[in-house]
């Protein structure tokens, strides 16, 4: 009896090493994002506390403080805005990362049926096999005289 081959079989492990592997970016990146996402909400919230520290002074604030101050501000917020850009470049290369994913699990799914459909032919020819294979010792040993 022949061992099950499933001539596909090198295609169906390359499809899951592919799928792990977009896991594993999925993963990372979704892990970048929150990063992001927390230095956005850092940095919005330092503004908003200079803000306050600022409206809050009771003393005579200078030019000079003013200009460092409002120059500090601009800063963050432009680090701010491009932390938004990169967070969004981020959500994008997720959101093609998880449709890759999504074909690559469908490839991969659509192969393991097709080797389950081929093991169940497999199976049923040995069935088969062995059957004739029966039949065959039974019709020989009456043509011999056998019982």
């Known amino acids: 009896m022949q061992k099950f081959?499933?001539?596909?079989?090198?295609?169906?492990?390359?499809?899951?090493?592919?799928?792990n592997e977009q896991v594993a970016k999925i993963s990372?990146?979704?892990k970048e994002?929150?990063?992001?996402?927390?230095?956005i909400d850092d940095i919005n919230g330092r503004i908003i506390t200079l803000s306050k520290v600022t409206c809050?002074?009771?003393k005579i604030v200078t030019g000079h403080f003013l200009f460092i101050h409002k120059r500090y501000?601009?800063?963050?917020?432009?680090?701010?805005?491009?932390?938004?850009?990169q967070k969004a470049l981020l959500e994008n290369n997720l959101q093609q990362a998880k449709d890759k994913a999504i074909s690559l699990e469908k490839e991969y799914k659509t192969i393991n049926?097709?080797?389950?459909?081929?093991?169940?032919?497999?199976k049923k020819?040995?069935?088969y096999q062995e059957q004739t294979i029966l039949d065959d010792l039974v019709i020989s040993r009456k043509f011999l005289g056998g019982a």
């Open 5 to 19: 081959h499933f001539k596909l079989q090198k295609l169906l492990d390359y499809k899951k090493i592919l799928l």
């Open 28 to 30: 990372t990146l979704t």
């Open 56 to 58: 809050e002074k009771n």
């Open 113 to 122: 049926t097709l080797k389950e459909k081929k093991f169940e032919e497999y």
């Open 125 to 127: 020819e040995l069935l």
């Open 73 to 85: 501000i601009n800063d963050l917020k432009a680090l701010m805005n491009n932390l938004v850009r």
């Open 33 to 39: 994002i929150s990063d992001c996402q927390k230095k």
